[in-house]
Structure formats: C-alpha cells, structure tokens
C-alpha cells in the first residue's frame, strides 16, 4: 500500500466513523484533501477494496471499511486529532469532578468517625466549596450541660447551621490543633463551649476538621482523636 492509498483509507474510516454512512468518491474529492482526479481516487479505492480493506455495501455507491481496514488503521495510521484533543479535555474535567466528589466522601466520612468517637459534635470544611459537615448532635443534646438548658443547645445548633463557616474564616487554622476555649472564639452562642480545630490538606487544598464541645470536655482524649481523624484525611489526599 503507498502513502496515497493509506491516506485514503484513513479518509474513509474517519467520514464513516463520523457519519456511518457509506463513503463515495465525490465525498472524498470534495473534503480538499486529494489533489487528483475522481478517476483516480475510483481507482485506488477499487484496489482498497480488492485488498479486502474496504467494501460496498449492496444498496450504496459508497464504501465502508472492514475489520481488515480498521486492523491497518489503528496499528499503523492512528494519529493525534482534534477529537483526542476534545477527549482529553472532557476526561481532565470529568477527573477533577470525580477526585473532588472523592474529597467530599472523604471528610464526611472522616467526621463520621470523629462523631462516633468522641461525646461532641465533630465538624470539617470540604475543599474547594464553602461548605461545613458537622454530626453529632445527640452527643451534644446528652452532655448535662445542655440537658439542664435546651435554650444554649439549640442556639449551638443554629450557630453551626447558620455562621459556621465565617467563624472558622476567624480562626487561626494550621498544621497545629488549635483551641479556642469560652470566649476565645466569636460566636456567642457557643462561648459555654471550646472549639478544637485543625488544618488538612488535599490535592493542593485546604480544609479544616475539629471538635466541638462543652468547656469541661476531655481535651486530652479528644486532641488523640483529632489527630487522628486529621491524620486519615492528609494520607487519602497524597
């Protein structure tokens, strides 16, 4: 097969691929891109055909490639086009939305697990979105500070639903766990609480994670449990 031949045959796949209709001569000498005459592009694809790398369908003029033709095609001419190029793009932008879909999965999981360990309500901000998770409520409700005073748990639960995420806007958030304890933060809702808060970082991303809780919480068992819930969250972002 010569250059012409092979340019032709790749011709022909990509219209049908395209079109799926069959491929005729005068399709091909209108596309511009063979500088001869109808003749001898009837002749070459004649011996495409002969070749078995293409054939006619009974109820057309055209031509269709056969298994044999698309063999030849993506082993020896397959080039780079601008549809890999529209295909990479969509892949970029379908990856990005899958891996940040994976980020929010996984800081709501890892608050999941804070909340289940920890008497307080756990809570994080989600990378690339001005969003907060926070569960654990009912740890919240069952500690007797808030028992003897339902007026003070429900103005925490309206703070975290309504002003949370300016409030960490606020703090100092880093690699450090951070406590801010009473009145040390700036909601007065929940200046009967202290705040454990630190800093993550996913895929070039940051976010914060940390504890909610009354001021006699356990520090030093909830400051393990932020670590390592923190911790969980830096290692399935590398």
Partial sequence: MNERQAQLLTAIIEEFIHSAEPVGSKHILAGGNFAVSGATIRNE?????????IAQPHTSAGR??????????????LKPTSHERAVRQKFETLREQYFRRKDQERVYEAVALLAHMTPNVAFASVPHKHQVYYLGFHNLFRQPEFMQNPMLAMGVAEALEEHFDAVLDQLTIDKKIRYYIGEEHVL?????????????EVRGEKGAIGILGPMRMDYAFNTAAL????????????
């Fill in 45 to 53: 694809m004649r011996f495409l055909g002969e070749e078995g790398f």
């Fill in 64 to 77: 269709v490639p056969t298994a044999k033709g698309y063999r030849l095609y993506v082993e020896k001419h």
């Fill in 188 to 200: 007065p809702q929940v200046q009967s609480c202290s705040i454990l808060v630190t800093g993550y």
């Fill in 227 to 238: 670590e390592m819930a923190a911790g969980l969250l830096q290692e399935g972002g590398r």
